[in-house]
């Protein structure tokens, strides 16, 4: 006989007169496990009945002193004990026994009482008990599981249309307490549109006995939605025809909202709310689709801001932040107009951000390019409009490049790379302009792309070289010192322009390496002349406006001198105005630094940028560069004439060397020197020449030197 356990104490109440009897059955449930506390008459039953109440009850129906139905009746009231299995024992008159079920007793055992039968049943009426409380724990946690999910079931009878449900659904359902609930009170809670979809499942799952899973809203009482997750299967009869539609809604409208949000997220810019790349390429490519098979055009606005960087790095990033943020309202409500005016966006288009400065505006109903062309000049209008943040009155404006499917594409990366490459021609055209994609841009670009692979294999092959060119004394007639020039010869490319890679280094973040290099290789070279007994010469280095970004520029020129031993006084800093207009005070703090190193500052190219006296007051210059494009047509343009002769009344106003650059005939040497210039370079005396070369031609440090050591290079070439 197994061991059993029920719901309640661990002993069993026998109250029945005979001792004997008593015994008898004590002896014969002793296997059950549980311990039995036996009780001739009522009072005594009822005094073991004062502590924790019994596993399980045999009652002698007629117990002297208190009648087996009362102590049934007793036990029932007790909430602990309302569950328990209570056997009756009574005599052969139906009458008890009908009285002890009325009483509540679970079984009826008649006399004589058989000892091992009375214990299997007890046995059998424990386990089901056990099992009943176990199921009971069951429900309840399925219950608190279905509450704490938002799930709530139900049963409807096919024939009559009843229906059962969970208190659950009430809560979820917004049911008032005590409403009739009904399968079309349920449907009546699911919006118009999508109610009759729903009361189609169900006849069907009537008919074929299919079930089937769906999610809809629901509509609250107060007039709030909840999106809820129907799942319906079919329970059918002995026959196997269907008898019930049972199921189960599930409160899902916060995993729907979370699922809403990272699908918003993967297909939006966190910083400005725009669509993203992602967004914008699946917009791309369907409109590129819906324009094939309606035979339309498509353009594609790349923008990149102007200036952005400045503004970021000088104001920080939070300030940046924000101006890309109206940069972007301004963005949508100039395509919103624009549409209203051409309806050139349509349903597939609109502005996106593909990151950092850069935007696109697709137009997916377009006519032809003209349309394109007056969208792009309402962009460039907008954002040339200054923007104010934080009391700061900012111009960012933006290069717009222009492709047009199909005549500049096919496919979804070429129309981006092409609009890239017109974008990238807008900037070298001087920024704020808009330029649409042709065949000769392409191999532009592939010309930049092949000169930013070489520029970064040629700093790892050691295909830089430094030439130097010479800065004379036209009165004296003797050497001054050199500028540094870099020249670069790619094996594929041939000889590079400094003018073409330069900026294209920049671009690409080269420029701190190559610097690196250029000061490093023209301090060793000026050293060893010193080493060789060449004079001391002053050896001027080209330094980039990038490189005054950062306090490296400082450290750079520091460890140079310290490593190569160069005198600082015989190194010049050549820069240019730019450099002057993106943070002032950090640049002249800069410039202090350097100057306080021991190196001269020469202002580079002055006259073509930012030109002002403020400048030269604040900062601590001590050499002006006229520039070449002054000095080639000094002769014929009075203009040029006027401008250097300002030049050089300013430079002597305030006590600063002035050098020409670009001078390349005794005319140009006679104007120049009769206005006071003394000092100047261009071919007129030597071209830049290799370092050996230069060795050469300074080595007396004298003009007739150089012009003869020039002359012979000439010679040698000629045959």
């Known amino acids: 006989m197994a061991r059993c356990q029920a719901k309640g104490g661990d002993w069993i109440l026998l109250a029945h007169g005979p001792e004997e009897v008593r015994a008898r059955v004590t002896e014969a449930i002793a296997p059950l496990g549980l311990a039995v506390v036996a009780a001739a008459d009522g009072p005594a039953a009822l005094d073991a009945l004062r502590g924790e109440p019994p596993a399980a009850a045999i009652l002698q129906s007629d117990l002297p002193g208190r009648s087996g139905a009362e102590l049934c009746r007793s036990l029932r009231r007790h909430s602990l004990s309302r569950r328990i299995p209570i056997l009756m024992i009574v005599d052969e008159d139906a009458g008890e026994g009908t009285e002890a079920l009325r009483a509540g007793a679970s079984d009826v055992i008649r006399t004589p009482v058989s000892p ?63 409403e009739e609930l009904s399968q079309e009170l349920l449907l009546s809670c699911i919006p118009p549109e999508d109610r009759q979809v729903v009361r189609s499942f169900f006849h069907m799952s009537r008919e074929s006995g299919e079930g089937f899973s769906v999610e809809t809203p629901i509509s609250w009482r107060d007039g709030s939605h909840r999106m809820v997750h129907w799942r319906v299967e079919v329970a059918t009869d002995e026959k196997g025809d269907p008898e019930k539609i049972v199921g189960s809604v599930q409160d899902v409208t916060e995993r729907t909202r979370a699922e809403e949000q990272v699908r918003y997220l993967a297909y939006h810019d966190g910083l400005t709310g725009l669509t993203n790349r992602n967004a914008f390429m699946e917009r791309l490519r369907e409109a590129i689709a819906s324009a094939r098979r309606h035979r339309r055009s498509v353009a594609l606005l790349f923008l990149d801001l102007d200036h952005f960087k400045r503004i970021n790095d000088s104001l920080g990033h939070s300030t940046g932040d924000r101006l890309l943020q109206q940069v972007a309202r301004r963005l949508e409500e100039c395509v919103r107009q624009a549409d209203l005016v051409t309806r050139a966006v349509g349903a597939i288009g609109g502005v996106s951000r593909l990151g950092g400065d850069e935007f696109t505006v697709l137009l997916s109903e377009i006519s032809n390019a003209e349309e394109a062309g007056r969208v792009a000049r309402r962009l460039l209008e907008a954002l040339g409009e200054p923007i104010v943040i934080d009391g700061n009155e900012l111009r960012v404006g933006v290069s717009i490049g222009v492709t047009l499917f199909p005549s500049d594409g096919s496919d979804v990366d070429s129309l981006l790379r092409n609009a890239d490459v017109a974008m990238y021609q807008a900037k070298e055209m001087g920024r704020s302009t808009v330029q649409f994609y042709s065949q000769s841009l392409s191999e532009s670009e592939s010309r930049r792309a092949a000169l930013e692979g070489g520029l970064a294999r040629g700093l790892e092959e050691g295909r830089f070289e430094l030439h130097y060119q010479p800065q004379v004394d036209v009165v004296e007639r003797r050497v001054l010192g050199v500028e540094a020039l870099l020249r670069w010869r790619d094996p594929v490319l041939g000889a590079v322009s400094p003018a073409e890679f330069v900026p294209v280094a920049e671009d690409v973040g080269l420029i701190p390496r190559l610097g690196e290099w250029v000061f490093a290789t023209a301090c060793r070279e000026a050293c060893r002349w010193l080493d060789a007994g060449l004079p001391p010469l002053r050896l001027s280095v080209n330094a980039s406006p990038r490189q005054f970004e950062s306090e490296a520029i400082v450290d750079l020129v520091g460890q140079t001198l310290f490593d190569t031993g160069l005198p600082a006084d015989q190194l010049v800093l050549e820069v240019t105005e730019t450099i002057f207009t993106r943070d002032p005070d950090a640049v002249a703090l800069l410039l202090r630094e350097l100057k306080s190193l021991g190196v001269r500052i020469s202002l580079d190219d002055f006259g073509t940028g930012y030109s002002s006296l403020s400048y030269l007051k604040r900062f601590p210059v001590d050499e002006l560069k006229i520039d070449h494009s002054f000095v080639r047509d000094v002769i014929h343009d009075p203009d040029d004439a006027t401008i250097i002769q300002a030049i050089l009344s300013i430079g002597a106003a305030l006590d600063l060397d002035v050098v020409a650059e670009g001078v390349e005939t005794p005319e140009q040497c006679g104007f120049l020197r009769e206005r006071g210039c003394r000092a100047m370079q261009g071919h007129l005396f030597s071209p830049a020449l290799p370092a050996d070369e230069a060795a050469a031609a300074l080595k007396d440090g004298t003009l007739d030197r150089i012009m003869d050591a020039v002359a012979g290079r000439a010679g040698r070439d000629d045959g």
Do not use: N, Y
């Open 116 to 178: 091992v039968v009375l214990a299997h049943r007890l046995s059998a009426w424990l386990q089901l008990t056990e099992s009943r409380h176990h199921l009971l724990k069951s429900r309840q946690a399925v219950r608190g599981m279905q509450r704490l999910a938002g799930i709530a079931t139900f049963e409807v009878d096919i024939a009559s249309g009843a229906l059962e449900c969970s208190e659950t659904i009430r809560s979820l359902f917004d049911f008032a307490p005590g």
